[in-house]
């Protein structure tokens, strides 16, 4: 057969078939708003506490999200929620990001059992839950808590955009891109 | 190979809705033709398409092999300099490429011995990719069940499991991100099936249009979640890319293309005049040289010049006997916005004619395989952005 043995859309058209997700793996994580409510937390050993806060805070500026319109951060996080990142725009401008509200941390020290410490942040839209810089969500509870494996992976470093457009010139001057 | 009159589905234009399928009709006309199709033989398919068609494909490796090795072939294809070592690069690093087309001139075995002569290369940004993989099998299989063709017609045509296939060996970590200009729905559309193609094959997708595309303080690409670009599928083509504002960061972006730079060198209508030249007498190559070049003028009988740089059948002059340069003598002509990079000319070898009509064959290449047929058709010998979309079949 020269064709073909079946085919599927999945997004375009009406007739899309509908993929059910995997129930995604968890891990066992601690979830604090700061390192004060790990200290009372007797269960954990007091330098674990501060170690890993101090990592989680050390990430804070590096994988926050990134906006350059302040308006457009508190949208996100709300009113008051935003702050300047220790950053500038090529051309000078401030550079904004949300407050950590939290950090998230392995039972054990450097990240054994599947969690990297990192700091967690609230959005205004699910302001009960914390959520990681990769905008995973890790509940509501603190103290021990179970997490999605992704969402206890290290966040990413978050770009911020300091220029857009400069793609595009061509296709508005001579249409179309195919051959 | 015969062109067959047949009885349109009476739900076509229903089915394309349900498929997505939204440019089946231009303002002036069809696009998509079910009123006929194209009858070949599987040995037509198999001897006289498929293997030129891979065989072209490893000359055209070649092409590219010795490209990157010579900077004066480069400044002929007027490939920007600052490209050079990234085109070479993206080579040897074996950058995989996702997809091809080839366009020739081919009317089969019963009526001609000639074999299938390439017109050019569409190894960039080829479209008419979703109608060839999804809508032209759906027609085979609808049209055979309500007896419209033969029962046991075959197609060439293994297009959508190849895109599949070759996209979830491309080792993509990440989000794949998929870019085309705005206000063109054929470009988004094909755009959305190659994003299908890979959420079936497992990856994360992200579309995004080009002109929105940003770049961060370390000269990243991002996209408008300010997420990092790692790999960007671009229906837009490389040498645009090169020409504008952000081309310049492209080779310290840190992003992964698909198509990879090194298909810069073969979209490019030069790569024909190379081909003939480390080729020449290739059954299935058509003398062609740069227009500047002496020998040229070795070009005996009507030839045809394009820009090195076209799209859709743009700028295209067949020029009579004997009418060596002298636009004059133009037998036909296509308007168009290109050619000011320079041109080449091509022995002319007219498209076939079938009741009024002239088919040209698209035979697809994923990862460098043969993947399948399209034939688009005009009613003049320059095929256009007018071509109507005309199904096949294989039947013995």
Redesign the interface.
């Known amino acids: 057969m020269k064709r073909s043995r079946s085919i599927a859309l999945v997004m375009m058209g009406a007739g899309s078939l509908i993929l059910s997700a995997c129930e995604e793996p968890t891990v066992e994580a601690l979830v604090y708003k700061d390192v004060q409510q790990c200290l009372d937390d007797s269960t954990v050993d007091l330098a674990v506490c501060e170690e890993s806060f101090k990592q989680a805070a050390a990430q804070h500026a590096r994988v926050a999200p990134k906006y350059t319109d302040p308006a457009a951060c508190e949208a996100d996080f709300g009113a008051g929620q935003c702050e300047l990142a220790p950053y500038q725009t090529e051309s000078g401008g401030s550079v904004f990001m949300p407050l950590m509200m939290g950090y998230m941390m392995g039972s054990m020290l450097g990240g054994r059992g599947g969690v990297a410490a990192q700091p967690l942040y609230r959005s205004s839209d699910d302001a009960k839950n914390y959520r990681t810089a990769d905008n995973r969500s890790v509940g509501s509870t603190t103290g021990k808590t179970t997490v999605s494996r992704s969402a206890a992976a290290a966040p990413a470093s978050k770009p911020y955009t300091v220029s857009r457009g400069g793609f595009g010139a061509r296709a508005r001057s001579f249409g179309s891109a195919s051959t | 190979m015969q062109r067959i009159p047949v009885a349109e589905r009476d739900d076509w234009r229903e089915t394309a809705?349900?498929?997505?399928?939204e440019f089946h009709t231009f303002d002036d006309g069809a696009y998509w033709d079910e009123s006929a199709y194209y009858r070949f033989t599987?040995a037509e398919?198999e001897d006289d398409l498929e293997e030129p068609t891979e065989e072209i494909e490893k000359m055209c490796f070649a092409v590219v092999e010795r490209a990157i090795a010579d900077d004066e072939v480069l400044r002929r294809l007027a490939i920007p300099e600052p490209f050079w070592d990234h085109i070479a690069e993206s080579w040897h690093r074996q950058d995989r490429n996702l997809y091809g087309?080839l366009d020739f001139s081919y009317s089969g075995q019963e009526t001609s011995k000639t074999p299938a002569k390439l017109l050019e290369y569409?190894a960039?940004?080829?479209?008419?990719l979703?109608e060839s993989?999804?809508f032209q099998?759906?027609w085979?299989e609808q049209a055979m069940e309500s007896g419209l063709i033969p029962q046991g017609c075959?197609?060439?045509?293994?297009?959508?499991?190849r895109l599949v296939d070759a996209l979830g060996r491309f080792g993509i970590f990440g989000t794949l991100h998929l870019a085309?200009?705005?206000?063109?729905a054929?470009?988004k559309a094909?755009v959305?099936?190659v994003?299908?193609c890979a959420?079936?094959a497992g990856l994360e997708t992200q579309f995004i249009?080009?002109?929105?595309?940003?770049?961060?303080?370390?000269g990243?690409f991002?996209d408008l979640d300010?997420?990092?670009i790692g790999t960007l599928f671009k229906?837009?083509?490389w040498e645009?890319?090169m020409?504008?504002?952000?081309?310049s960061?492209v080779p310290t972006s840190g992003t992964r293309f698909i198509e990879p730079t090194w298909k810069a060198v073969l979209?490019n209508k030069g790569a024909l005049a190379l081909l003939w030249e480390m080729f020449e007498g290739h059954p299935n190559l058509l003398p062609t040289y740069f227009a500047d070049d002496p020998r040229a003028a070795a070009l005996d009988g009507p030839f045809v010049r394009k820009p090195l740089l076209s799209?859709?059948g743009s700028n295209v002059v067949i020029v009579g006997e004997g009418g060596h340069g002298r636009d004059h003598d133009a037998l036909a002509e296509t308007a168009g916005?290109?050619g000011a990079e320079g041109h080449v000319v091509q022995a002319f070898h007219p498209l076939p004619e079938f009741d009024g009509n002239h088919p040209m064959l698209g035979c697809w290449l994923v990862a460098s395989k043969a993947a399948g047929l399209c034939i688009r058709e005009d009613r003049t010998l320059i095929t256009t952005?007018d071509a109507r979309f005309i199904p096949h079949v294989?039947l013995d």
Do not use: K
């Not at chain 2, 809705?17 to 399928?21: A, D, K, L, S």
């Not at chain 2, 075959?154 to 499991?161: G, I, K, V």
């Open positions: 809705r349900e498929h997505g399928f599987l398919i087309r569409n960039d940004t080829p479209t008419t979703y993989s999804i099998w759906t085979l075959d197609q060439f045509n293994s297009l959508h499991e085309c200009a705005r206000d063109s054929e470009d094909t959305e099936y994003e299908d959420r079936q249009y080009m002109e929105d595309i940003g770049i961060d303080r370390e990243r991002t300010d997420m990092l229906l837009y083509p645009w890319i020409a504008e504002e952000f081309g960061r979209s799209r859709e916005p290109y952005d294989i």
